[in-house]
């Protein structure tokens, strides 16, 4: 199969309707171009803050079309950077692929060097702090919880959204919120590069949800882009050539602190980017859900399976998965057996193919699964919880908790002081009262 030497980010050019980008990359002399679509409430007008932006998100989606080939020469064209900013970008793509790595084998180090041919530092571009919120809307419990919190504070915001799902427009139109919308064409060759055997993998996804976000924030006038990720998130999966790979990597507070520094530095000082749900683990962010988010209990889904680009899904919950799995274990902790199966339309503890999957989450077989679940903690934990209640426990997976896992677990007063403390953050200080 053909193998470029170089991966060049050629240019980005806004077209005419203040609405369409698109960001030109070549492997070797091979032209790809992805576009996105910013349904913004205002058109994407070039000025130095958006420029620095834009250049940024440039070099983020590029990580799509970099990793079919991983070429070792990296030219970027679009734009320069200082040292310091070659160092994030090199780090962005060697963790952000971390996975991808490791399940191509594919030895990274010494791989990735983005060229840094600017010496003089770009001072941040001042903006008005307008004090508005806008907050990326998943699909799950975790940014509900977040709108639930605003709007128990009684604070305007909007949502955003990358791409357009239908499972997500009840959510929205229950939530009452304007909605921010930017949908992405990638590059047709990609798709053929896959089907040819071309590396295919995980990427760093929730870090193009960031710099997407973020130019919609610079464009829209927010001064507060707010995530919903956790502190479970920044718990790795395995190790690979000495390097921790964690699935959900660009949700981690490593990256999280990155981006804010990096964003402060080199871009503005006046627009942030946060996650206000760091402090928490999985398990006391649904208790959140449940204690202020009832309404949503139909509408919810954090099943990926409802977020393919190739695939659509038919419902809300596969049932099958490990996002299933584990949303539906911790749920039981909180709500009864019945309402569980109403929700997701079937008992996941009942069904005998998932019990080596639920050996992984309980972190007893393999390594935790490659995907945005939570600690063996924090799913022993609530297998405890939903035990006394005593409603699955005739129930395959929970009988095999009870035989395999639950002798040797330490006594829950141990498990409830590990899962319910609260980590370190970076929310605003104006913000806190809001969410701590």
């Known amino acids: 199969m053909w193998q470029p030497t170089r991966f060049d980010f050629s240019a980005y050019t806004i077209r005419e309707d203040g609405r369409t980008v698109d960001f030109v990359y070549a492997l070797d002399e091979k032209k790809i171009v992805e576009t996105l679509t910013f349904h913004t409430k205002n058109p994407i007008t070039p000025s130095p803050l958006i420029d620095r932006f834009l250049f940024n998100l440039h070099l983020i989606l590029g990580v799509s079309y970099y990793k079919v080939f991983c070429p070792h020469d990296i030219i970027v064209s679009s734009g320069a950077l200082t040292a310091q900013q070659a160092k994030f970008w090199n780090s962005v ?85 304007s909605e921010i919308n930017v949908t992405r064409t990638i590059d047709n060759q990609l798709l053929r590069w896959n089907e040819e055997g071309a590396l295919n993998g995980h990427i760093p996804i929730s870090a193009i949800f960031s710099w997407v976000a973020l130019l919609c924030a610079a464009v829209d006038g927010y001064q507060y882009v707010l995530l919903s990720n956790e502190n479970s998130a920044n718990v790795p999966n395995v190790d690979y050539l000495d390097m921790s790979v964690n699935h959900q990597w660009s949700k981690s507070f490593e990256y999280e602190k990155m ?26 962010i649904t208790e959140l859900f449940v204690k202020h988010c009832g309404e949503y209990f139909s509408l919810f889904t954090s099943c990926n399976k409802n ?32 309402q569980l199966v109403e929700i997701f339309g079937k008992n996941l503890f009942a069904d005998e193919k998932l019990l080596d999957l639920y050996r992984e989450l309980f972190g007893v077989k393999n390594f935790k699964p490659f995907e945005c679940v939570g600690t063996p903690d924090e799913v022993i934990f609530a297998f405890e919880k939903a035990h006394t209640t005593g409603e699955f426990n005739d129930d395959a997976v929970m009988k095999m908790y009870i035989a395999e896992i639950a002798p040797r677990a330490p006594h829950m007063t141990e498990f409830e002081k590990r899962v319910y403390t609260r980590a370190q953050h970076l929310i605003p200080e104006e913000l806190q009262y809001i969410f701590l």
């Open 307 to 338: 977020f393919s680009i190739t695939k659509k899904a038919t419902k809300r919950w596969c049932g099958e998965c490990p996002k299933c799995a584990f949303v539906f274990t911790l749920m039981s902790a909180f709500v009864s057996k019945k």
């Open 93 to 177: 793509y060697t963790k952000g692929l971390g996975q991808f790595f490791f399940e191509n084998r594919i030895d990274f180090r010494d791989l990735i060097h983005f060229p840094a041919t600017e010496k003089e530092v770009p001072k941040p571009v001042e903006v008005p702090r307008t004090g508005r919120a806008l907050v990326p809307l998943g699909g799950g419990k975790d940014s509900l919880v977040t709108c639930a919190l605003l709007k128990k504070r009684g604070i305007a915001f909007d949502v955003f959204m990358f791409g357009s799902h239908a499972t997500l427009a009840p959510q929205i139109a229950e939530l009452g919120a």
């Open 259 to 284: 981006l804010q520094e990096y964003v402060r530095n080199f871009i503005t000082d006046d627009i942030t980017y946060c996650s206000v749900l760091r402090p928490f683990t999985e398990v006391t």
